[in-house]
């Protein structure tokens, strides 16, 4: 979907419109209507820029018409102390914070623009079988089909996932690493809408509970994979049983609940870790909707973004644990600022896949996106630790985070996009 909204933006304006933008996708992708009454169990949290993006190529409308579930606040809190954090919109005229959509409804709406879109040539199904690089910078790219068609081209974008063909053909390494984990992801359905994001977290991993449009919410629940085996297994009263524990019990915080709330301003009572005691409490859950599923956690990260007439964006360059949910995100955000170096290559009369264009991308993308990947392995690690002074820290950093505004504004604004 990162590739696709590239190649809308491109489609989309007259700055590129003598550009002739092909889409290869290994697969069909169904048209966005008629929707399948079920949701989809694969979700993206979008933020602003994200929405800005997806505006700005006209495909928006066309989710908003579809199904998109915006959230106004976020709550995060400790399974085994006393933290937590509030997130809402402080006041600002924009309410929300974000938006939660189906994977599919973001990647039929991007497909159906581009259908609308004269400059954009859809071929599907379509692999890449082989690349062939020319002698010289200056000569093109031929790429040759598993279906058996020779395509040439000055710029070739890698938007092809974690498992890039683009970039193993160019020989770009990665580096990187598994988490011993999986997350589990479900539909489950309340009574009434829920509006909030949730984010409880475990000593086993963190549990988000999303909101979906009408009275759906996601759940992404992070596991060791044995233990994400049994939960896959089963059978729904009991997987709700389990789901409501998690979010809902009272575990021990050990030394933790002795330490009195003067260290710092802290929204409910010491030695009280139920959400009962949150600015709210997660909305109970009526029934469980349709099959589960798990997918393995990694972090990789591709060594340069861009080669010889060839740049990778989203999950080919990188790739992050799910528990910020900034993933896709930083995917646009590369689309966005490839898109923007093209035009400028446009208008001063560059080869669209030069090195002074394609530098200029990984120089805009890279160190960016390193930074937001040590943030969210940063947080994953120190909310997997059980060694005490770290836990009493985490605990006490979360409420006095919680009791400045200032810092929580600018924690929403990163999230949101913005520098």
């Known amino acids: 979907m990162v590739g696709n909204a590239l190649a809308a933006a491109l489609g989309s304006s007259h700055l590129s419109s003598s550009l002739r933008v092909g889409v290869m996708e290994s697969t069909v992708t169904a048209d966005l209507h008629p929707l399948s009454p079920n949701p989809d169990l694969r979700v993206i949290s979008v933020n602003a820029t994200s929405v800005d993006l997806f505006q700005a190529v006209g ?240 972090l990789q990260h591709a060594s340069e973004y861009v080669a010889n007439r060839v740049a990778l964006i989203g999950d080919a360059a990188h790739t992050v644990h799910p528990l910020a949910g900034q993933g896709v995100n930083l995917g646009f955000a590369d689309a966005i600022t490839l898109t923007q170096v093209i035009f400028d290559g446009i208008e001063t009369g560059q080869d669209i896949g030069s090195h002074s264009i394609l530098n200029e991308y990984q120089n805009r993308r890279k160190n960016a996106n390193l930074v937001m990947m040590a943030g969210i392995e940063g947080i994953k690690r120190l909310f997997d630790s059980s060694f005490f002074p770290i836990s009493m820290a985490r605990n006490i950093g979360l409420s006095m985070t919680n009791a400045l505004t200032p810092i929580k504004k600018q924690i929403v604004k990163v999230a949101m996009g913005s520098s």
């Not at 710029?155 to 683009?166: I, K, M, Q, R």
């Not at 859950?285 to 349709?290: F, K, L």
Request: proline content about 9%; glycine content about 6%.
């Open 59 to 298: 495909a928006w409308d066309k989710m908003v018409n579809a199904r998109v579930a915006p959230f106004y606040s976020m709550q995060v809190w400790e399974s085994t102390g006393n933290g937590s954090i509030n997130f809402d919109n402080f006041g600002d005229p924009e309410p929300t914070l974000g938006y939660v959509i189906e994977n599919k409804v973001i990647q039929s709406a991007l497909h159906d623009r581009l259908k609308e879109l004269r400059n954009v040539r859809l071929l599907e199904p379509c692999s890449m079988a082989n690349l062939q690089m020319g002698k010289d910078p200056d000569d093109w790219l031929t790429i040759t089909t598993k279906e058996g068609q020779n395509l040439r081209t000055r710029l070739l974008v890698g938007a092809d996932g974690n498992e890039s063909v683009v970039r193993n053909s160019v020989k770009i390494p990665s580096t990187g690493w598994h988490y011993n984990q999986r997350g589990v992801v479900a539909v489950v359905e309340h009574a009434s809408p829920n509006t909030t994001a949730w984010q409880r977290f475990l000593p086993t991993g963190p549990i988000a509970l999303l909101p979906m449009y009408g009275n759906y919410s996601n759940i992404v629940w992070t596991l060791p994979p044995s233990r994400a085996e049994v939960v896959l297994g089963l059978p729904d009263d009991a997987f709700l049983t389990e789901v409501d524990h998690a979010l809902r019990s009272q575990l021990d915080p050990g030394i933790l609940g002795f330490f009195p709330n003067f260290f710092v301003p802290v929204p409910f009572p010491a030695k009280n870790n139920s959400p009962a005691n949150l600015n709210n409490s997660p909305p109970l859950i009526e029934r469980a909707v349709g099959k589960r599923a798990a997918f393995p956690l990694r």
